[in-house]
T-cell receptor
Framework: DAGITQSPRHKVTETGTPVTLRCHQT?????MYWYRQDPGHGLRLIHY???????DKGEVSDGYSVSRSKTEDFLLTLESATSSQTSVYFC?????????????FGDGTRLSIL | AQSVTQLGSHVSVSEGALVLLRCNYS??????LFWYVQYPNQGLQLLLK??????LVKGINGFEAEFKKSETSFHLTKPSAHMSDAAEYFC????????????FGTGTRLTVIP
C-alpha cells in the first residue's frame, strides 16, 4: 500500500468550530488531493496540490481551505464547520500530473458535525 | 467537461456467477479510465486502468474491463464471483487539466450471495 496516513480517522465536532484534517505521505509524490465521499455522489474533489505551496480548487471547494508547507503534508481546514460538511474525507496522492496515472488513496477520515 | 455514469447503485450476484458492473463516460478528449474498489472502512484501491494501449484491460483479483469507444463504455466484468468481491466499485475518468483530476461515478455496491 502507498504510504498515506490520514489523521484523525474519526472526529465529531460542533457546528461553527474549526477543523483541520491532515494527510501525510512517505512516497515523495508531487500531487496530493482531498476528496469528500457522500452517498449518491461518489467522490468529489475539494482541493488539490501540485507542489509545495501550490494549490488549486476542485469541484466542491466552498467552505474549505488547504495548505501544503512540506511535500509530505497536505492539510484540509474547515474554518467554521457546518452540518453539510459531515462526510468521509479521503486524501490521495500521485507522482505525476499526467492523466494516465492512477491516484492512491488513504483510508479516510470520518467527520461528523453536530 | 468529463463525467462517468454508473448504471445500478446495487448489484447482487450468486457466488460463481458472472459479475458485470456498468460504466459509461463522457469526454471531449480521449479518456483515461479507472476502476477502483472500496472495502468497508477502507480507502479506494485501484483495480485496473485504461490508458489507450489496449481496449481489453486486465486487473487484479480476476477483474477485467473493455473500452468501447463506439458505446462510450468501460464495463467491469469477472467470470466467477467470489464472496470476497463484495464491496463498492467506482468508475472514474481523468480530467482534461494537467493535474490528473479524477471524476468519479456514484458507485455500485456489489453483493455476493452464497
Amino acid at each position: 500500500d502507498a504510504g498515506i496516513t490520514q489523521s484523525p480517522r474519526h472526529k465529531v465536532t460542533e457546528t461553527g468550530t474549526p477543523v483541520t484534517l491532515r494527510c501525510h505521505q512517505t512516497e515523495n509524490h508531487r500531487y496530493m488531493y482531498w476528496y469528500r465521499q457522500d452517498p449518491g455522489h461518489g467522490l468529489r474533489l475539494i482541493h488539490y496540490s501540485y507542489g509545495v505551496k501550490d494549490t488549486d480548487k476542485g469541484e466542491v471547494s466552498d467552505g474549505y481551505s488547504v495548505s501544503r508547507s512540506k511535500t509530505e503534508d497536505f492539510l484540509l481546514t474547515l474554518e467554521s464547520a457546518t452540518s453539510s460538511q459531515t462526510s468521509v474525507y479521503f486524501c490521495a496522492i500521485s507522482d505525476s500530473g499526467s492523466s494516465n496515472q492512477p491516484q492512491h488513496f488513504g483510508d479516510g477520515t470520518r467527520l461528523s458535525i453536530l | 467537461a468529463q463525467s462517468v455514469t454508473q448504471l445500478g447503485s446495487h448489484v447482487s450476484v450468486s457466488e460463481g456467477a458472472l459479475v458485470l458492473l456498468r460504466c459509461n463516460y463522457s469526454s471531449s478528449v480521449p479518456p483515461y479510465l479507472f476502476w477502483y474498489v472500496q472495502y468497508p472502512n477502507q480507502g479506494l484501491q485501484l483495480l485496473l486502468k485504461y490508458t489507450s494501449a489496449a481496449t481489453l484491460v486486465k486487473g487484479i483479483n480476476g477483474f477485467e474491463a473493455e473500452f468501447k469507444k463506439s458505446e462510450t463504455s468501460f464495463h467491469l466484468t469477472k467470470p466467477s464471483a467470489h464472496m470476497s468481491d463484495a464491496a463498492e466499485y467506482f468508475c472514474a475518468v481523468s480530467g482534461e487539466t494537467g493535474a490528473n483530476n479524477l471524476f468519479f461515478g456514484t458507485g455500485t455496491r456489489l453483493t455476493v450471495i452464497p
